[in-house]
């Protein structure tokens, strides 16, 4: 594919195959060794660059990101972040006088997270960074640097532009030459999959990325997703919210009006991966793991199907057959998703080893409307982890529903898990231990209309008197 | 002019700029060629046949090794020649490379590597201490014991005894920078290694031998690590052995790097440990006797396991007095990755088995725990001056009778605590007293969210317990403009080593730190170095290149002194000068005087740490150079519904004598506490059944993120010199702070604490561990 983007400000326009990394192009052909890899899977950020397109800058992982994905914007690697005069950053200049580098591997990576959020003005250093692993510091040193730099000037070479002139349409008319495709709206994508019906599409790779870097998986023809103007939209009306596939979680996140919610996203994965990732790659996948559609469940949203121009929608929960398995005919994508707009009773926990940048052992999301006596009005609950498919607790929804929602009704209810759920024993959590506090979700769920601090993140340490 | 200044990291600007270069960016010759391994799919067995067609038809290959087409050694092993670079048909673990692919391209080795058809004969593979001591599967002939008195007598006499198990699990290193590895052909025979290694000189030997020449034609360069650990002292070796027997079959450059994956499935890792303990205490928890048993997993080779086993058994004390003691270690042998190194080198091990035991007997008497640490420290030397003084009643840490120095149980004296005064000036700084009320009143409030805090020391030992290891070398040049050449043969791994050790040449010559030009670490300029490891690099490099610079500036001193007229002590060497009298010179200048006298402006320098002498087999002598002290507490909280934890507080003070450079030891303090609370909480390995680890790259292994380190973190050094004469009196710092993650550890086991059932936490506290401790002890 005949792709062209700005490097550093340069315009840059190469032949590529679909699945060259922009890691490896970097260091190996432009001969740009500063971007490191470090896990080659996008979970330590040693690889960060930062990525301009039209919705302005962001942090991406360079060791899952395909060159085309990369058509028509602007990147900047951290050997593009001191000015062309050889000026460092002010963020360079903070961590230089911070110590925030011990070995420096990790470092081009915190630098390129750190000029983005200075570009952009983000000041929560433990979010945005949560994507960054860094082994020697501690990250204390790190984290008073980000806060020294904040007021600085941006420098103006920060403010990329995609380049000057570049074939928009790397789709419909050169799909004769190459099977791989780059459409920019969802028609010229439906026609694609039809032609290819069992062809990878590839929306923010930071899946795919690893069935490339990890498994030498070879992905046939190629549609990359992020041109497709139409399938990135947020459309609102006075009940629901519809969220185009491409759309990515990090606008999900700002998108859907639950605060639950939007607390989840901002553990999922990390900046990165979320800047990445979309809400329609985390739900075609079909992973058992992944965290957004227990929570979608839960609210009772709707996915919408496309296959040539024949449409078809249904509740998100019965998107999941099995294990690996989707109601998904070949030929046909995730077109978007409707999310109902309810009032916010939106409960969700998620369950990992780390708190931040981990996949869930168990992620539970519990939506219980109350009637006027003070019951539970046909609850949802759906959890991930707990089995083969993302998953509702029909039997417990049945036992709490028409129940006062009260402690003691959950734990009547709470037997009925058993029923719904037989989950796995693997690295991340035994079978026992999964049960065990997804049933204390369902506990903390109706503790948390009670009001008392229920989260660790809410604590703080004991002062001097 | 004073040596110790908080200056950067000396290539802070190149890491920020991504100009500094790591093993994988130094530009390669063309045609390099790039090797992957192909590995073992079974724990266990017998290779019964191997086919490798596919793999040399794949694309871009351009050779297959096997240990068949190996020249001479096949062994990579640090130690005891058991470590085949290429399996000789007995598979020992599960990841152990088979065949090595060489290709055209990184991405290509990998997928050739993966298309080996391999027919294994499985055995049961040997995989948990259980495992092992079922098949008496170990290294060396029985257990290792060391005791002091008679610990059956004490525990059977003494007023209280508990007993327990704990289990520790092993750490990743998770450097950042994978193992990688270059080797460049040159003449004759002659080969160049580029290589992330803490011990250039082990790679130079290894890959020597496995060419089967002398040690001088080999050269090990290294730059710069990304991060080491220790994961970096014997790992490496596997990697440039493969790419200098590629290169010289080739005759062209041949480069390594272990994927992610393939680094964690093939090197080794932190040892895990079983520790069970029996103590006797009396009333006042005064410990009488601890008797301890370790079980320590070795993997499959011996690699570096028997010294890390004996420094587990050298830090059974910590900072305690232990009237008797007996550790027993037995060495197992298991079908897993051979653990090895990492940043304590066992000591953790064993000190957390003593900060467990001192937290169970505090949970029988119902004391603070500080208050029995507090009764069993380590005396301070003014303690002990104050003892003899007053004849009396003390304070804690009271030297009994006639007995003046205390012993550790393998009869060191210990004559530099200063635990007690430092734990003192912690506890009150941290408010520790107030806030583990604090801490009780929440929890009496909190059904759901509890709270724990925990003040733990540190006492940890510095010198290589292979006494021969305490050495090492330097070489400096002056150039005649005055600029300095600066090599020795410690490694940079981020520890800013090579900073500390330039502020101690610049001092010498008393120029400023832009006039020496620090260099790679390189077997051509110093021989015969040891690992940088065991926290050892700036005290032994510091009074390396002390001495060369020394050596030099004497010359010089004593050459100007005949022109100027004046006596050698008389020149002064500062602020970029040298004074002579009334005259005043620049550096560059003198230099360029003594070269034009023919003045020999290059010298060698050499060091060995004096004063230790160690038997590892009776278990007798003093090991140890000097200690280095510390203490820290942590208050965390723990959601009691799924484990779930945070660290809201941690509070330092550590003793790094009179640092060098107090900015990059404060780095180093809370560096080594977030990976040491790490290692004791999210870092969690887990083997399946059949012995692979499933747990293999940072999607699964959770090493701490940005929010991990505690809410509030305040670190600050302890104002004292070192007694030992060291490099301007500084302590060594790499390792131990490593071991304030204890804190943490039980502070988790305090928030935990409900009733008379102690919560026995085993490591690492994942919430998973926590609930269950919780739930066990409801």
Same mark, same amino acid.
């Given at each position: 594919?005949?792709?062209?983007?700005?490097?550093?400000?340069?315009?840059?326009?190469?032949?590529?195959?679909?699945?060259?990394?922009?890691?490896?192009?970097?260091?190996?052909?432009?001969?740009?060794?500063?971007?490191?890899?470090?896990?080659?899977?996008?979970?330590?950020?040693?690889?960060?660059?930062?990525?301009?397109?039209?919705?302005?800058?962001?942090?991406?992982?360079?060791?899952?990101?395909?060159?085309?994905?990369?058509?028509?914007?602007?990147?900047?690697?951290?050997?593009?972040?001191?000015?062309?005069?050889?000026?460092?950053?002010?963020?360079?200049?903070?961590?230089?006088?911070?110590?925030?580098?011990?070995?420096?591997?990790?470092?081009?990576?915190?630098?390129?997270?750190?000029?983005?959020?200075?570009?952009?003005?983000?000041?929560?250093?433990?979010?945005?960074?949560?994507?960054?692993?860094?082994?020697?510091?501690?990250?204390?040193?790190?984290?008073?640097?980000?806060?020294?730099?904040?007021?600085?000037?941006?420098?103006?070479?920060?403010?990329?532009?995609?380049?000057?002139?570049?074939?928009?349409?790397?789709?419909?008319?050169?799909?004769?030459?190459?099977?791989?495709?780059?459409?920019?709206?969802?028609?010229?994508?439906?026609?694609?999959?039809?032609?290819?019906?069992?062809?990878?599409?590839?929306?923010?790779?930071?899946?795919?990325?690893?069935?490339?870097?990890?498994?030498?998986?070879?992905?046939?023809?190629?549609?990359?997703?992020? =041109?497709?103007?139409?399938?990135?939209?947020?459309?609102?009306?006075?009940?629901?919210?519809?969220?185009?596939?491409?759309?990515?979680?990090?606008?999900?996140?700002?998108?859907?009006?639950?605060?639950?919610?939007?607390?989840?996203?901002?553990?999922?994965?990390?900046?990165?991966?979320?800047?990445?990732?979309?809400?329609?790659?985390?739900?075609?996948?079909?992973?058992?793991?992944?965290?957004?559609?227990?929570?979608?469940?839960?609210?009772?949203?709707?996915?919408?199907?496309?296959?040539?121009?024949?449409?078809?929608?249904?509740?998100?929960?019965?998107?999941?057959?099995?294990?690996?398995?989707?109601?998904?005919?070949?030929?046909?994508?995730?077109?978007?998703?409707?999310?109902?707009?309810?009032?916010?009773?939106?409960?969700?926990?998620?369950?990992?080893?780390?708190?931040?940048?981990?996949?869930?052992?168990?992620?539970?999301?519990?939506?219980?409307?109350?009637?006027?006596?003070?019951?539970?009005?046909?609850?949802?609950?759906?959890?991930?982890?707990?089995?083969?498919?993302?998953?509702? =607790?029909?039997?417990?929804?049945?036992?709490?529903?028409?129940?006062?929602?009260?402690?003691?009704?959950?734990?009547?209810?709470?037997?009925?898990?058993?029923?719904?759920?037989?989950?796995?024993?693997?690295?991340?959590?035994?079978?026992?231990?999964?049960?065990?506090?997804?049933?204390?979700?369902?506990?903390?769920?109706?503790? =948390?209309?009670?009001?008392?601090?229920?989260?660790?993140?809410?604590?703080?340490?004991?002062?001097?008197? | 002019?004073?040596?110790?200044?908080?200056?950067?990291?000396?290539?802070?600007?190149?890491?920020?700029?991504?100009?500094?270069?790591?093993?994988?960016?130094?530009?390669?010759?063309?045609?390099?060629?790039?090797?992957?391994?192909?590995?073992?799919?079974?724990?266990?067995?017998?290779?019964?046949?191997?086919?490798?067609?596919?793999?040399?038809?794949?694309?871009?290959?351009?050779?297959?090794?096997?240990?068949?087409?190996?020249?001479?050694?096949?062994?990579?092993?640090?130690?005891? +020649?058991?470590?085949?670079?290429?399996?000789?048909?007995?598979?020992?673990?599960?990841?152990?490379?088979?065949?090595?692919?060489?290709?055209?391209?990184?991405?290509?080795?990998?997928?050739?590597?993966?298309?080996?058809?391999?027919?294994?004969?499985?055995?049961?593979?040997?995989?948990?201490?259980?495992?092992?001591?079922?098949?008496?599967?170990?290294?060396?002939?029985?257990?290792?014991?060391?005791?002091?008195?008679?610990?059956?007598?004490?525990?059977?006499?003494?007023?209280?005894?508990?007993?327990?198990?704990?289990?520790?699990?092993?750490?990743?290193?998770?450097?950042?920078?994978?193992?990688?590895?270059?080797?460049?052909?040159?003449?004759?025979?002659?080969?160049? *290694?580029?290589?992330?290694?803490?011990?250039?000189?082990?790679?130079?030997?290894?890959?020597?031998?496995?060419?089967?020449?002398?040690?001088?034609?080999?050269?090990?360069?290294?730059?710069?690590?990304?991060?080491?650990?220790?994961?970096?002292?014997?790992?490496?070796?596997?990697?440039?052995?493969?790419?200098?027997?590629?290169?010289?079959?080739?005759?062209?450059?041949?480069?390594?790097?272990?994927?992610?994956?393939?680094?964690?499935?093939?090197?080794?890792?932190? +040892?895990?440990?079983?520790?069970?303990?029996?103590?006797?205490?009396?009333?006042?928890?005064?410990?009488?006797?601890?008797?301890?048993?370790?079980?320590?997993?070795?993997?499959?080779?011996?690699?570096?396991?028997?010294?890390?086993?004996?420094?587990?058994?050298?830090?059974?004390?910590?900072?305690?007095?232990?009237?008797?003691?007996?550790?027993?270690?037995?060495?197992?042998?298991?079908?897993?990755?051979?653990?090895?190194?990492?940043?304590?080198?066992?000591?953790?091990?064993?000190?957390?088995?003593?900060?467990?035991?001192?937290?169970?007997?505090?949970?029988?008497?119902?004391?603070?725990?500080?208050?029995?640490?507090?009764?069993?420290?380590?005396?301070?030397?003014?303690?002990?001056?104050?003892?003899?003084?007053?004849?009396?009643?003390?304070?804690?840490?009271?030297?009994?009778?006639?007995?003046?120095?205390?012993?550790?149980?393998?009869?060191?004296?210990?004559?530099?605590?200063?635990?007690?005064?430092?734990?003192?000036?912690?506890?009150?700084?941290?408010?520790?007293?107030?806030?583990?009320?604090?801490?009780?009143?929440?929890?009496?409030?909190?059904?759901?969210?509890?709270?724990?805090?925990?003040?733990?020391?540190?006492?940890?030992?510095?010198?290589?317990?292979?006494?021969?290891?305490?050495?090492?070398?330097?070489?400096?040049?002056?150039?005649?403009?005055?600029?300095?050449?600066?090599?020795?043969?410690?490694?940079?791994?981020?520890?800013?080593?090579?900073?500390?050790?330039?502020? *101690?040449?610049?001092?010498?010559?008393?120029?400023?730190?832009?006039?020496?030009?620090?260099?790679?670490?390189?077997?051509?300029?110093?021989?015969?170095?040891?690992?940088?490891?065991?926290?050892?690099?700036?005290?032994?490099?510091?009074?390396?290149?002390?001495?060369?610079?020394?050596?030099?500036?004497?010359?010089?001193?004593?050459?100007?002194?005949?022109?100027?007229?004046?006596?050698?002590?008389?020149?002064?060497?500062?602020?970029?000068?040298?004074?002579?009298?009334?005259?005043?010179?620049?550096?560059?200048?003198?230099?360029?005087?003594?070269?034009?006298?023919?003045?020999?402006?290059?010298?060698?320098?050499?060091?060995?740490?004096?004063?230790?002498?160690?038997?590892?087999?009776?278990?007798?002598?003093?090991?140890?150079?000097?200690?280095?002290?510390?203490?820290?507490?942590?208050?965390?909280?723990?959601?009691?519904?799924?484990?779930?934890?945070?660290?809201?507080?941690?509070?330092?003070?550590?003793?790094?004598?009179?640092?060098?450079?107090?900015?990059?030891?404060?780095?180093?303090?809370?560096?080594?506490?977030?990976?040491?609370?790490?290692?004791?909480?999210?870092?969690?390995?887990?083997?399946?059944?059949?012995?692979?680890?499933?747990?293999?790259?940072?999607?699964?292994?959770?090493?701490?993120? *940005?929010?991990?380190?505690?809410?509030?973190?305040?670190?600050?050094?302890?104002?004292?010199?070192?007694?030992?004469?060291?490099?301007?009196?500084?302590?060594?710092?790499?390792?131990?702070?490593?071991?304030?993650?204890?804190?943490?550890?039980?502070?988790?086991?305090?928030?935990?604490?409900?009733?008379?059932?102690?919560?026995?936490?085993?490591?690492?506290?994942?919430?998973?561990?926590?609930?269950?401790?919780?739930?066990?002890?409801?």
């Amino acid at each position: 594919m005949e792709i062209t983007f700005r490097l550093n400000g340069e315009d840059v326009t190469l032949s590529t195959e679909p699945t060259t990394t922009l890691l490896d192009w970097l260091r190996e052909d432009r001969g740009l060794t500063g971007t490191k890899e470090g896990c080659n899977e996008g979970d330590c950020g040693a690889c960060t660059v930062m990525v301009t397109d039209d919705q302005g800058p962001k942090a991406l992982n360079a060791c899952i990101l395909f060159l085309p994905q990369l058509h028509g914007k602007a990147v900047r690697t951290v050997e593009g972040i001191a000015a062309p005069c050889g000026a460092l950053h002010p963020v360079q200049e903070a961590m230089v006088d911070h110590h925030g580098s011990q070995c420096g591997f990790c470092t081009p990576g915190f630098i390129v997270s750190m000029a983005t959020d200075h570009l952009t003005g983000s000041k929560d250093h433990d979010t945005t960074l949560a994507g960054n692993l860094c082994r020697c510091t501690g990250y204390a040193p790190i984290i008073r640097a980000a806060r020294a730099a904040e007021a600085a000037p941006i420098p103006e070479h920060m403010r990329d532009t995609p380049p000057s002139s570049f074939p928009k349409n790397l789709g419909g008319a050169k799909r004769g030459q190459s099977p791989h495709a780059l459409p920019t709206t969802s028609d010229e994508l439906a026609a694609w999959a039809v032609e290819h019906p069992h062809g990878t599409i590839v929306a923010g790779a930071t899946d795919v990325g690893l069935w490339v870097t990890k498994h030498h998986a070879p992905l046939g023809p190629v549609a990359f997703l992020h =041109a497709c103007d139409d399938l990135k939209e947020i459309e609102e009306t006075e009940d629901a919210i519809r969220l185009g596939a491409a759309v990515t979680i990090s606008r999900a996140m700002d998108a859907l009006p639950y605060e639950e919610l939007r607390e989840m996203f901002r553990r999922y994965g990390s900046t990165q991966v979320r800047n990445a990732a979309t809400i329609g790659g985390n739900i075609a996948n079909g992973s058992p793991i992944g965290d957004s559609p227990p929570p979608l469940v839960a609210l009772g949203a709707t996915l919408h199907l496309r296959r040539g121009d024949t449409r078809r929608a249904l509740p998100l929960e019965d998107f999941f057959l099995d294990y690996k398995k989707q109601d998904r005919a070949p030929g046909e994508f995730v077109e978007a998703v409707t999310v109902p707009k309810r009032p916010d009773r939106l409960r969700v926990y998620k369950l990992s080893k780390r708190a931040d940048q981990d996949i869930s052992a168990v992620c539970g999301a519990f939506y219980v409307p109350l009637d006027k006596a003070g019951n539970a009005d046909e609850p949802r609950i759906a959890f991930g982890g707990m089995a083969g498919t993302p998953k509702r =607790a029909l039997h417990t929804e049945a036992a709490l529903h028409d129940q006062p929602w009260t402690i003691a009704s959950v734990e009547r209810a709470l037997p009925a898990m058993a029923r719904d759920f037989q989950p796995l024993s693997d690295m991340r959590a035994s079978a026992e231990y999964r049960l065990h506090t997804a049933k204390n979700m369902l506990l903390r769920a109706v503790m =948390a209309d009670t009001g008392a601090p229920l989260s660790v993140a809410e604590v703080r340490a004991e002062m001097r008197a | 002019m004073s040596v110790a200044k908080p200056l950067p990291h000396d290539a802070a600007r190149l890491h920020v700029t991504g100009a500094a270069r790591y093993t994988d960016d130094v530009p390669t010759p063309s045609g390099t060629l790039h090797l992957a391994f192909g590995i073992s799919r079974i724990a266990r067995g017998k290779v019964i046949s191997m086919d490798l067609a596919k793999v040399r038809a794949a694309p871009g290959v351009i050779d297959v090794l096997t240990a068949q087409d190996l020249p001479a050694e096949n062994d990579v092993s640090p130690s005891n +020649h058991d470590e085949p670079l290429l399996s000789d048909g007995t598979v020992h673990y599960l990841g152990q490379p088979l065949f090595a692919v060489v290709a055209k391209s990184h991405l290509a080795a990998r997928y050739a590597a993966t298309l080996g058809e391999v027919e294994y004969s499985e055995e049961t593979p040997i995989l948990t201490v259980e495992d092992a001591l079922a098949a008496d599967s170990r290294f060396e002939d029985g257990p290792r014991i060391y005791s002091k008195g008679d610990v059956e007598a004490a525990l059977t006499a003494a007023p209280h005894r508990v007993q327990g198990t704990l289990v520790l699990g092993g750490q990743e290193h998770f450097y950042l920078e994978g193992q990688s590895a270059l080797a460049v052909p040159g003449d004759d025979g002659d080969m160049v *290694v580029h290589c992330s290694t803490q011990h250039p000189t082990e790679i130079q030997h290894k890959v020597a031998e496995a060419l089967g020449v002398p040690f001088a034609l080999v050269r090990v360069e290294v730059r710069r690590m990304g991060g080491g650990f220790g994961g970096k002292e014997s790992q490496g070796n596997a990697l440039a052995v493969a790419c200098a027997i590629a290169a010289a079959r080739s005759g062209r450059a041949c480069k390594m790097r272990y994927d992610r994956d393939d680094d964690m499935i093939i090197t080794g890792k932190r +040892h895990d440990f079983r520790i069970d303990y029996d103590v006797g205490f009396d009333d006042d928890g005064r410990l009488c006797g601890v008797d301890f048993t370790h079980y320590v997993r070795c993997g499959w080779a011996m690699d570096l396991s028997l010294p890390v086993a004996d420094r587990a058994m050298l830090h059974s004390d910590n900072a305690y007095d232990l009237p008797t003691a007996r550790i027993t270690s037995h060495r197992l042998k298991t079908n897993t990755q051979s653990a090895t190194a990492f940043r304590g080198f066992g000591g953790p091990q064993g000190m957390v088995g003593i900060e467990r035991v001192v937290d169970h007997v505090a949970h029988h008497l119902s004391f603070d725990p500080l208050r029995v640490r507090q009764a069993n420290f380590y005396a301070s030397p003014s303690h002990v001056q104050a003892m003899t003084a007053a004849a009396g009643g003390g304070p804690p840490g009271e030297v009994q009778g006639t007995k003046k120095v205390q012993t550790t149980p393998y009869g060191m004296e210990v004559t530099d605590s200063v635990i007690a005064d430092l734990v003192e000036v912690l506890a009150e700084r941290s408010d520790y007293a107030a806030r583990r009320a604090a801490v009780a009143d929440w929890n009496a409030k909190n059904p759901v969210l509890k709270k724990g805090i925990a003040l733990t020391p540190v006492k940890f030992g510095i010198s290589f317990t292979l006494t021969h290891l305490n050495q090492a070398g330097a070489l400096v040049h002056v150039y005649a403009d005055g600029s300095i050449h600066l090599n020795h043969g410690g490694t940079e791994m981020g520890q800013g080593l090579f900073q500390k050790v330039a502020q *101690v040449a610049a001092v010498r010559f008393g120029v400023g730190m832009e006039a020496v030009r620090i260099t790679a670490t390189d077997t051509a300029k110093v021989p015969n170095t040891s690992a940088t490891a065991a926290s050892s690099g700036s005290d032994l490099n510091g009074m390396a290149v002390k001495v060369a610079c020394d050596t030099i500036r004497d010359r010089m001193a004593e050459h100007l002194a005949q022109i100027y007229q004046v006596k050698p002590a008389e020149i002064v060497f500062a602020e970029g000068r040298v004074r002579a009298g009334g005259d005043d010179i620049s550096f560059g200048d003198a230099a360029a005087l003594c070269y034009g006298a023919r003045v020999s402006l290059s010298a060698t320098g050499f060091y060995k740490t004096p004063d230790i002498e160690w038997d590892r087999i009776k278990g007798k002598g003093r090991p140890f150079f000097y200690f280095a002290y510390g203490a820290s507490v942590s208050e965390v909280v723990v959601d009691t519904l799924t484990g779930e934890n945070r660290i809201l507080r941690t509070d330092i003070i550590h003793d790094a004598g009179r640092s060098l450079n107090p900015a990059l030891d404060k780095g180093q303090v809370e560096g080594a506490f977030v990976q040491g609370a790490g290692w004791l909480t999210m870092e969690e390995l887990v083997w399946d059944d059949k012995g692979a680890l499933k747990t293999h790259a940072p999607s699964t292994y959770k090493i701490p993120a *940005v929010a991990d380190r505690p809410e509030i973190f305040n670190v600050s050094l302890w104002d004292g010199e070192n007694a030992a004469d060291t490099i301007y009196k500084s302590k060594a710092v790499g390792e131990p702070p490593f071991m304030h993650g204890i804190s943490v550890f039980l502070a988790l086991s305090h928030a935990l604490t409900q009733g008379d059932a102690y919560p026995a936490l085993d490591a690492p506290a994942t919430p998973e561990r926590l609930l269950n401790t919780w739930l066990r002890c409801g």
